[in-house]
Structure formats: C-alpha cells, structure tokens
C-alpha cells in the first residue's frame, strides 16, 4: 500500500491557518504536517520527504529575518524545495520569503495594503495550471506592509498598481501576496483584532465588514479552486 502524499504546512501564527485551503487538500488525500514556528522545531529539514510546501502570513517580517531563529531555517527549506521541484505555494510573508529566496530584495511598501483590493491579472495567468484558477480581476483580502521585486527569470500573473500579487519562480512555486486561505470567519476575527489597522488604512471596520458580505462566496469558491490546483500538482509530483 502506498503511502498517502504528503505536504508541510507552515504557519507563523495562531490567528492565520490553511483556513480555507484545508478542505481541499485533504479531500484530495493529501497528509498534512503542520510546523508552527512560533512553538515547535521544525518536523524536519529535508523537503525530499514532503510532496508539497504552503507557507502562510506572518507579524514577522523578512526584513527581520535575524530577529526570528525559524526564518533562515524556513528560507534553505524554500531554496531546496525550488531546487528539488517540489510544490510550493506562499501566502503573503511566504510569497516575499520566496521572492527573497529566489534572489529578489523585499521592502515596505508605501502605503500599507489592508482589506479587499482587486487585483489584476495577467493573459497569461489564464495558462498556469494554478494562478488561473484566481480569475481575471479577483477582488482578494490583503493584510500586509512589505513587497518585493519579482525575481529574475519569475513569471509574474497579478498586480496591484506597481505592488507584485501573484507570481511563479521555477515550474512549481507559486507566490501570492493575498491572503488566499482566509476564510469569512477569519475575516470578522481580524476586524475584532486588528480594529486599528482597518480603521487607518482600510476605510474603517464597518466598511470591510460591507465588503465582505458581499465578496466572500466568490472569494471562498477562489480559495477553494487554487486549493484544488495546487492539490493536483502535489499529486503529480508524488507519482514521480
């Protein structure tokens, strides 16, 4: 009997989990090991022995990279996954640690991106077995201060003005700078928690909260379909 694929999940804190991208991968019977960075030591070191890698949002930074003992284990994770080929999906801190791994300078942004923004997409996002699954102009949930250059050799598929929101390094590692898995109950727990964010830099609480009901079955179907996505790629890389 062989074993079922299996993928490391990378979650950097308590209030940001797969959400709603767990559904999918599990249901596309794939075993998922989870590392919480912030309260355990990583399961392992060697990405050969995952099928697949999500790395989730963070407080943290890559520009405080020294100030976190998880952060350069996480990034030589990243450079052997795109050496290896294996899967890898990064959602918003995953995406700028992956842009940095593939050699690219991460920095703040000018203005913080909080909240529902459309994002628009590249023809040729339309082609990529997982970014098409986002749409044409997806109106998408960010919470994040810093961005990134794209990669030398990366495809870029999504922006916002001149800030990178969805990208691909190599055959198979995906970068979002959106949060993707956030689902609508993670969605009101942030407005509960992070209130003065919103309040500052997002039109105010009640203003996202307007939103929300109003985007959040498309966005959930999104979730769901880059979850399927990336779900069959880690498939076909376990068959190798």
Known sequence: M???PRILVIQHNLDDHLNELAAPL?????EITAWDVEH???PTTDISQFDGVVSLGAIAGVLEEAEHKWMPIERKMFEQALELKVPLLGICFGSQLLASAAGAEVFKVHTPEVGWTKVEMSSD???????AALGSAPEVFHFH???FDLPEGAELFGVTGDIKQAFKVGPKAWGVQFHIEVGLAAMHSWFATYAREFEKWAGGVEHQKALTSKFWQDYKARSVAVGQAFAREVLEYAKR
Request: glycine share 10%; charged share 15%; hydrophobic share 45%.
């Open 2 to 4: 062989s074993k079922a």
């Open 26 to 30: 599990i249901s596309a019977g794939i």
């Open 40 to 42: 355990a030591s990583a």
């Open 125 to 131: 996002a339309s082609g990529d077995p997982v970014m």
């Open 145 to 147: 201060y810093d961005t």
